[in-house]
């Protein structure tokens, strides 16, 4: 294997991490967590938007990196197009690309949910209950769905790399 290879692969696998880890970090420990804290809907949730705007610092440079690199990658492993629809690795990558449009959407609509105007009005204690209540479920909705994504992502990509 090339270094170049080792480098692409190295730089996949870190984002990769970074991602997924963030992801399940953020779903199923800081959340959870803040449920069990004595703090007001409002302040979990604008712990949660500056959060994960600190995380998307980093998040957002390792998904565009897991994209390139995974194109890159898997330029190298089709050869002609044939093989996408010809074999059992054409349709674990397709299932992949589908997934990986499926996060790109819902990371998307969880940026535009949690805008900064929401997060002022958050913060400036003018929105209502009901629009809290609606926010906060909204971002557990989307926050389990990145989660579930990012998992399946993987659980393919282990596919891929078995050689199924």
């Known amino acids: ?73 898997s330029h190298l492993v089709l050869q002609s197009p044939e093989i996408l629809f010809s074999s059992s690795y054409g349709a674990f990558l397709i299932t992949k690309i589908i997934l990986v449009i499926a996060l790109i959407v819902t990371f998307s609509v969880h940026i535009r949910v949690f805008s900064r105007d929401v997060e002022k009005k958050i913060t400036q204690r003018q929105i209502t209950d009901n629009e809290l209540q609606k926010l906060n479920r909204k971002g557990m909705i989307l926050g389990e769905a990145t989660v579930v994504i990012s998992v399946a992502i993987l659980f393919f990509a282990a596919l891929l790399d078995a050689g199924i």
């Open 1 to 73: 294997m090339a270094i170049e290879q080792v480098i692409i692969t190295w730089a996949h696998l870190v984002s990769a991490s970074i991602w997924v880890g963030g992801a399940i970090f953020l779903g199923v420990v800081l959340a959870p967590l803040l449920k069990r804290m004595p703090f007001s809907t409002e302040e979990r949730l604008e712990l949660m938007i500056k959060t994960g705007r600190r995380f998307n610092k980093i998040a957002l440079p390792s998904l565009v990196i897991l994209i390139v690199t995974g194109i890159y990658n």
